[in-house]
């Protein structure tokens, strides 16, 4: 057999509690835990085939040939997956997404969540969703959560082997829906991973990390038991700690536009009207507000009705990354 192909699917993944910097770069081993809700709706689709034909590995997304830096990554990628089976075949990956990439979106979440799945299948090894997980984060951190659906948990771990995600709650659990707010479709200038390696350039990650536990506490606590205004209350003040560490790094990151401020002085304005609505903002100036579904269609118009709002998106809480 000269040719062995695989596809898979997966979602990406808003997080309610962030991971920001890392105890190891290479390994992508977080500074602290997080938690996330798996978002339905939006989706990467991606096929990997492992080909003998082939003089080196080849990449296209949405159908366009990706700058070498990606192909550099998934190459990467593929390789891990290559030394666990023991084969050295170039592939071809293709993938494709149904939502806008590197605009704080998490679009590496699922990336790497359906190569690990597309390229382990394709390789024949069949590994536990623990192992997926693990593999998966050192693709991008965040894809470790994506192969799970729902509300997911990724535990920072005492070393490298144990840090990987579980599920918390399956999508059904609570039927939350998060509205993107979108505000530019423009790639963004500093991607994630290097964002990670300025987090200890900021005076203020020592204590961000050292509260981690108390946020995931409150957050987990808070999802278990569907209460809305503590879960709104920690998952904002959990974005704002990251992002006073953006702004306080060296050097300074800032990803928030002026319409992202728009967004967040709405939507505390509209919780404190009686809708039960929370904004969390990726590394990206777009802004997630996550909502009961009973709120979510007034929310999506007052949203729509913002200046600075260019597209919207919905999403609900998503199903594990799978084979298809
Ligand atoms: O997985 P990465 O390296 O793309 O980092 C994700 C960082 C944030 O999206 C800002 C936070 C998170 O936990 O998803």
Same mark, same amino acid.
């Given at each position: 057999m000269t040719k062995r192909t695989a596809r898979a699917v997966a979602s990406p993944n808003i997080a309610l509690i962030k991971y920001w910097g890392n105890r190891d770069h290479n390994l992508r081993w977080p500074s602290n835990g997080s938690i996330s809700l798996t978002l339905g709706g939006l989706e990467t689709r991606t096929t990997v085939t492992f080909d003998e034909t082939l003089p080196s590995d080849r990449l296209t997304f949405d159908g366009l040939t990706p700058p070498n830096s990606a192909l550099l990554r998934v190459s990467e990628h593929l390789d891990r997956i290559r030394r666990i089976a023991g084969i050295h075949t170039p592939a071809h990956v293709e993938s494709q997404n149904n939502f806008p990439a590197g605009v704080g979106i998490a679009s590496s979440a699922s990336a790497f969540a359906a190569l690990t799945l597309a390229g382990t299948a394709a390789a024949d090894l069949s590994l536990n969703p623990k192992e997926l997980s693990r593999l998966a984060r050192l693709g991008s951190g965040s894809a470790c959560r994506s192969i799970f659906g729902g509300y997911v948990e990724w535990h920072a771990g005492e070393t490298d082997a144990d840090s990987y995600a579980e599920p918390?709650? !399956? !999508?059904?659990?609570w039927d939350l829906i998060d509205l993107i707010a979108v505000i530019s479709r423009e790639h963004k200038g500093v991607g994630s991973t290097q964002g990670h390696t300025l987090a200890?350039?900021? !005076?203020l990650q020592s204590a961000r990390v050292a509260d981690a536990p108390r946020r995931l506490n409150i957050c987990r606590d808070a999802l278990l038991h569907r209460d809305f205004p503590t879960l709104a209350s920690i998952v904002e003040q959990d974005s704002n700690l990251m992002h006073a560490v953006m702004f306080t790094s060296t050097p300074a990151l800032i990803y928030w536009s002026p319409a992202t401020i728009e967004v967040i002085h709405a939507v505390t304005t509209w919780r404190a009207e009686g809708l039960d609505v929370c904004y969390t903002i990726d590394a990206g100036p777009n802004v997630h507000c996550l909502c009961r579904k009973q709120h979510a269609d007034q929310v999506e118009e007052r949203l729509g009705d913002l !200046?600075?709002?260019?597209d919207l998106l919905r999403a609900h809480p998503g199903g594990p990354a799978s084979v298809i």
């Amino acid at each position: 057999m000269t040719k062995r192909t695989a596809r898979a699917v997966a979602s990406p993944n808003i997080a309610l509690i962030k991971y920001w910097g890392n105890r190891d770069h290479n390994l992508r081993w977080p500074s602290n835990g997080s938690i996330s809700l798996t978002l339905g709706g939006l989706e990467t689709r991606t096929t990997v085939t492992f080909d003998e034909t082939l003089p080196s590995d080849r990449l296209t997304f949405d159908g366009l040939t990706p700058p070498n830096s990606a192909l550099l990554r998934v190459s990467e990628h593929l390789d891990r997956i290559r030394r666990i089976a023991g084969i050295h075949t170039p592939a071809h990956v293709e993938s494709q997404n149904n939502f806008p990439a590197g605009v704080g979106i998490a679009s590496s979440a699922s990336a790497f969540a359906a190569l690990t799945l597309a390229g382990t299948a394709a390789a024949d090894l069949s590994l536990n969703p623990k192992e997926l997980s693990r593999l998966a984060r050192l693709g991008s951190g965040s894809a470790c959560r994506s192969i799970f659906g729902g509300y997911v948990e990724w535990h920072a771990g005492e070393t490298d082997a144990d840090s990987y995600a579980e599920p918390l709650a !399956p !999508p059904e659990h609570w039927d939350l829906i998060d509205l993107i707010a979108v505000i530019s479709r423009e790639h963004k200038g500093v991607g994630s991973t290097q964002g990670h390696t300025l987090a200890d350039t900021s !005076p203020l990650q020592s204590a961000r990390v050292a509260d981690a536990p108390r946020r995931l506490n409150i957050c987990r606590d808070a999802l278990l038991h569907r209460d809305f205004p503590t879960l709104a209350s920690i998952v904002e003040q959990d974005s704002n700690l990251m992002h006073a560490v953006m702004f306080t790094s060296t050097p300074a990151l800032i990803y928030w536009s002026p319409a992202t401020i728009e967004v967040i002085h709405a939507v505390t304005t509209w919780r404190a009207e009686g809708l039960d609505v929370c904004y969390t903002i990726d590394a990206g100036p777009n802004v997630h507000c996550l909502c009961r579904k009973q709120h979510a269609d007034q929310v999506e118009e007052r949203l729509g009705d913002l !200046p600075g709002v260019i597209d919207l998106l919905r999403a609900h809480p998503g199903g594990p990354a799978s084979v298809i």
